[in-house]
Nanobody
């Protein structure tokens, strides 16, 4: 499985970003997919997931109501729409299956929220 994250960047507080995860070696319509993030000096943490069976989504309390996870079966990608960004959202963002396959972590994409 190969996971390639993109779409990160520098954004002001209150702004938005849309991340994408390109997946190969696995069909996103047949696996629960998730986003995780790791801030400097902190452990990697769960952000959001989307169930492969029902499409149900689940979010960490810290992002609930601001982030949306979806999947594009045709493109085999997993987008993460992030709105109302806060400085505490600054981190490297990764996608993976849920539970994560520790052999498949990609390089991640840096998101920096700062004025």
């Amino acid at each position: 499985v190969q996971l390639v994250e993109s779409g990160g960047g520098l954004v002001q507080p209150g702004g938005s970003l849309r991340l994408s995860c390109a997946v190969s070696g696995l069909s996103v319509s047949r696996a629960t997919m998730a986003w995780f993030r790791q801030a400097p000096g902190k452990e990697r943490e769960f952000v959001a997931r989307i169930a492969w069976t029902t499409g149900d989504t689940f979010f960490a309390d810290s992002v609930k109501g601001r982030f949306t996870i979806s999947r594009d079966d045709a493109k085999n990608t997993v987008p993460l729409q992030m709105n109302s960004l806060k400085p505490e959202d600054t981190a490297v963002y990764y996608c993976n299956t849920f539970p994560p396959d520790t052999r498949s972590w990609g390089q991640g994409t840096q998101v920096t929220v700062s004025s």
